[in-house]
């Protein structure tokens, strides 16, 4: 594996249900990111975490919780979530935070919520 | 707090024709600036970028200009192909605003036919 990979690539779930996202890169990169992607709006930055510490909250809900156990991989923890939160989920890794490297994108979880 | 305009989207050309995605921003520092691409089913791409005034970013025939005096990063093709139908995003990373964190724009997406 190369890159940034995310798996699920497609998850149905419902409001009531608990699921999480799977991140991993396999860059040796220091900061990972969580971005929701919404139709005809600009993404929008969830997470950040460098060097498995999280470094930013967007005033993300709660119900969103995101891990880092390690530098390669991130996980997006989803409970109770409403109609309103299915959107295309990326995952991004750079060299590190704070600085202006480029970001590294893996192909995103499609997730709807019924 | 910083932003990035770009023009709505679609934008249909035939295959050969020049290709113009206006993107404006808006910043408090000395922004880098950014265009990625998502082509379908796939995660974002950086395709150029640049870090100062009158630079110049170029990848696979795109090329924007950094002008500082219009606030504007637009990006052109002289030649489009099919293959260069994608979402194509604006983004800036401006230290004094956002900590180098990339401010996005919606994205244009761009329909090339044959």
């Known amino acids: 594996e190369t890159g940034v990979t995310q798996t699920p690539r497609h998850l149905v779930m419902g409001m009531t249900n608990k699921k999480s996202l799977k991140c991993e890169q396999h860059?040796?990169?220091?900061?990972m990111y969580w971005y929701k992607q919404s139709a005809k709006k600009p993404l929008e930055l969830m997470f950040v975490?460098?060097?498995?510490?999280?470094?930013e909250n967007n005033s993300v809900p709660s119900r969103f919780s995101p891990e880092c156990p390690n530098s390669s991989h991130l996980f997006l923890h989803l409970h109770t979530l409403q109609p309103e939160d299915s959107a295309l989920y990326l995952c991004?890794?750079?060299?590190?935070?704070?600085?202006?490297?480029?970001?590294?994108f893996g192909p995103g979880t499609r997730l709807t919520v019924t | 707090g910083d932003s990035v305009t770009q023009m709505e989207g679609p934008v249909t050309l035939s295959e050969e024709a020049f290709l113009t995605i206006n993107c404006t921003y808006t910043a408090t520092g000395y922004p880098s600036l950014f265009w990625y691409v998502q082509y379908p089913g796939e995660g974002l791409q950086l395709l150029l970028k640049a870090t100062k005034a009158d630079d110049k970013g170029s990848n696979k025939g795109f090329e924007a200009t950094y002008r500082k005096e219009t606030t504007s990063f637009h990006l052109e093709k002289g030649s489009v192909q099919v293959s260069d139908s994608a979402v194509y995003f604006c983004?800036?990373?401006?230290?004094?605003?956002?900590?180098?964190?990339?401010?996005w724009g919606a994205g244009t997406k761009l329909i090339i036919k044959p």
């Open positions: 991004a890794s750079s060299e590190a935070a704070g600085l202006p490297y480029e970001q590294y």
């Open positions: 975490y460098s060097l498995e510490e999280r470094v």
């Open positions: 983004a800036l990373s401006d230290q004094m605003d956002s900590n180098y964190q990339l401010i």
């Open positions: 860059l040796g990169h220091n900061a």
